[in-house]
């Protein structure tokens, strides 16, 4: 076992891994953070999206180890100071940007890292930046909508299906 | 998985120490390597981690005005950094699996996998770049030996690329949208002492060069004059597209990809 430190969430988190572990069992399972949800385990489909050192990475597709010493930001982290949702969150409710859910911490995630590069991505660009979120019940309509209202962009001329 | 070891050397020296220990093996962004150990095709006793190695992170120009690539840059460092020098080579690395696949999986890494679809083998062969390692550098056109295979020895790590800088390129890939690797790729290089065409995607033999479609393309640089070629070899054939198909791929992707630069 090797003792791992980071700082998740603004926080130290520390704790003993195997070679093998992943990042996102050492979230999940040694600090309890949930949010970042395993769908695949085969890096395809994003649900584990959590951000590195201010990039975006496949936590399941990431050993522990490897983040030693970095910063990780999780969903959890995600919310205002006061709990209140952010505005990449609220935009996911208020445009219904979630069907069963699975895949929205990574989706989050996944917005929050292209609109911190691109702050007013053009639709198509929303779109090629989910290449590689997969959304089982396949709601990405309202998705990209979410991220569009989340840039501060005018969404009404998108169409929900 | 099967536990291992994890070293992260920060020194390219103390990385081939690593690599001398028994059953160890070099990890980059480990994009493919990961779900490889995953599958249990490889079992390793000690991987040794080379994504804390500075020196071989990073993207310049030398003063023989080739573009310098570290070994353990990300695809998404190359996307940012070589398109003001090398636009036809940030364009591959910009397309590569997905953006969080690209914050972590190398160049080095992709080139000592060689994946049969993989696209950086393409754009070194097609760019007739050079592969440095921590002993050696080689040609490109030397270094991809097959499926998997390359002239890499045992404990030899991928240091740095280097690119000679064409007058254009064009890497024109067909996406297999569920691996997010192409079907089938071609990369175009014009030089101004002739053409490269690299292939992936396609052979059972891993990335190649189409000579024919070279030859025609230095004495006439136009899609019609690959028109008449059939890419020949001995090609993938699985369920996402015959051998027949894959081959007929071979001629329009380099087509499209000449008809982006002619």
């Known amino acids: 076992m090797t003792q791992v430190k980071m700082t998740v969430n603004g926080k130290t988190a520390s704790g003993d891994v195997e070679g093998r572990t992943l990042l996102a069992q050492f979230l999940r399972d040694d600090q309890g953070l949930t949010g970042t949800h395993i769908g695949c385990d085969t890096s395809q489909c994003g649900a584990c999206v959590v951000h590195v050192n201010g990039q975006a990475v496949k936590a399941c597709t990431m050993l522990a180890i490897e983040a030693d010493g970095a910063t990780v930001d999780t969903i959890e982290g995600q919310a205002n100071a006061d709990g209140s949702l952010n505005v990449i969150q609220q935009a996911f409710q208020d445009h219904h940007g979630l069907q069963c859910g699975f895949c929205t911490p990574g989706m989050v995630m996944s917005a929050a890292a292209l609109l911190k590069d691109n702050p007013k991505p053009t639709e198509a660009e929303v779109r090629h930046y989910l290449d590689g979120n997969i959304c089982r019940c396949t709601g990405y309509h309202n998705i990209v909508k979410a991220i569009m209202a989340a840039s501060g962009q005018d969404v009404s001329a998108i169409a929900a299906e | 998985m099967y536990n291992f070891d994890v070293e992260r050397p920060t020194s ?194 891993g990335v190649f060069r189409w000579t024919e479609a070279e030859e025609a393309l230095s004495a006439n640089f136009s899609a019609d004059a690959v028109a008449g070629l059939k890419a020949e070899g001995d090609m993938i054939s699985d369920l996402h597209g015959t051998a027949e198909y894959r081959a007929h791929l071979v001629g329009v992707m380099t087509k499209r990809a000449v008809a982006a630069i002619a």
């Open chain 2, 12 to 205: 390219i020296v103390d990385a081939v120490q690593a690599m001398s220990k028994e059953e160890a093996q070099p990890i980059s962004g480990g994009q493919t390597l990961i779900p490889t150990l995953k599958a249990r095709l490889a079992a390793p006793s000690v991987l040794v981690s080379l994504t804390g190695i500075e020196e071989m992170k990073g993207v310049r120009m030398s003063d023989d005005g080739r573009l310098c690539i570290g070994g353990g840059t990300t695809h998404t460092t190359v996307a940012a950094e070589a398109a003001a020098h090398y636009p036809g080579l940030a364009s591959v690395a910009a397309r590569i699996g997905d953006p969080a696949v690209r914050n972590r999986g190398t160049i080095g890494g992709s080139l000592a996998n060689n994946d049969p679809s993989a696209c950086y083998p393409a754009a070194a062969l097609g760019s007739g770049a050079t592969i440095v390692t921590n002993n050696r550098e080689i040609a490109a056109d030397d270094y991809f030996l097959g499926m998997f295979t390359t002239a890499l020895e045992e404990g030899e790590i991928v240091t740095e690329v280097k690119f000679p800088i064409p007058q254009a390129a064009h890497y024109e890939k067909f996406l297999q949208p569920a691996s997010r690797f192409p079907l089938v790729a071609v990369f175009v290089a014009r030089f101004s002492d002739g053409v490269r065409v690299a292939v992936t995607g396609a052979s059972n033999d």
